[in-house]
Nanobody, 121 residues
């Protein structure tokens, strides 16, 4: 079993930046990939970005050029640097890990509790 813990959420004004982190502990395999999803009260959970075991990164179109997912210095930790934030980015952000990853939630079998990001105009 893999446990995920997110940190770094908060409130920021439009145009600002936030950095989220996700630390994975437990039975992590080298083949694991990790990603971020988000969900606002008005919408379903949607994929944001993921990084595969080889370090390749993939992004939803709406965040390309603004968000960067990366492996952090600490082992089994990833970051999501979010720049040029807009109110549309307001959501609960969830870290996820799995072997398949991809755009669908079914590609992930471990989830964090989420961290809230609020962007005011």
């Amino acid at each position: 079993q893999v446990q995920l813990a997110e940190s770094g959420g908060g409130s920021v004004q439009a145009g600002g930046s936030l950095r989220l982190s996700c630390a994975a502990t437990g039975n992590i395999y080298s083949a694991y990939c990790m990603g971020w999803f988000r969900q606002s009260p008005e919408s379903e959970r949607e994929w944001v970005a993921f990084i595969d075991s080889a370090g390749r990164t993939f992004y939803q179109d709406s965040v390309k050029g603004r968000f960067t997912i990366s492996k952090a210095g600490a082992k089994n930790t990833i970051d999501l640097q979010m720049n040029s934030l807009s109110p549309e980015d307001t959501a609960m952000y969830y870290c996820a890990a799995g072997v398949l990853c991809g755009l669908r939630q079914t590609g992930y079998n471990s989830w964090g509790q989420g961290t809230q990001v609020t962007v005011s105009s």
